[in-house]
């Protein structure tokens, strides 16, 4: 069972996919076609920053690791159609549980 505001998607490529699982094609249908959040729903993303190597010395002494950072977000009362549509959500960032 997904966790609470999010909503498995049945894959229109089902079939194809579990006869076929290493084909990547199907994981980028999933992808595109599975909703990541529900109107008044709630998601947990982590931001992580990935930088290049350092390349000098003095990037060697600057680098410094950053811990990554993790918001919940929540969504307003919409309407799917509308996102669908072309149609942004705006999501505010809450308090986590």
Same mark, same amino acid.
Not at 50 to 62: N, Y
């Given at each position: ?18 006869? /076929?699982?290493?084909?990547? *094609? /199907?994981? *980028? ?8 959040? =529900?109107?008044?729903?709630?998601? *947990?993303? !982590?931001?992580?920053l990935v930088s290049p190597p350092p390349g000098g010395w ?19 009362? /919409?309407?799917?159609? =509308?996102?669908?549509?072309? *149609? ?8 986590? !549980?």
């Amino acid at each position: 069972m997904p966790p609470k505001g999010l909503m498995s998607v049945p894959s229109a490529s089902g079939h194809c996919a579990r006869k /076929f699982p290493d084909l990547p *094609e /199907f994981a *980028e249908l999933d992808a595109y076609e599975a909703r990541v959040l =529900n109107p008044k729903g709630k998601v *947990e993303v !982590t931001l992580k920053l990935v930088s290049p190597p350092p390349g000098g010395w003095l990037d060697r002494m600057l680098d410094a690791p950053v811990q990554p950072i993790t918001l919940t977000l929540q969504a307003p009362d /919409f309407d799917p159609r =509308n996102v669908g549509a072309g *149609e942004l959500v705006r999501v505010r960032s809450v308090a986590g !549980t």
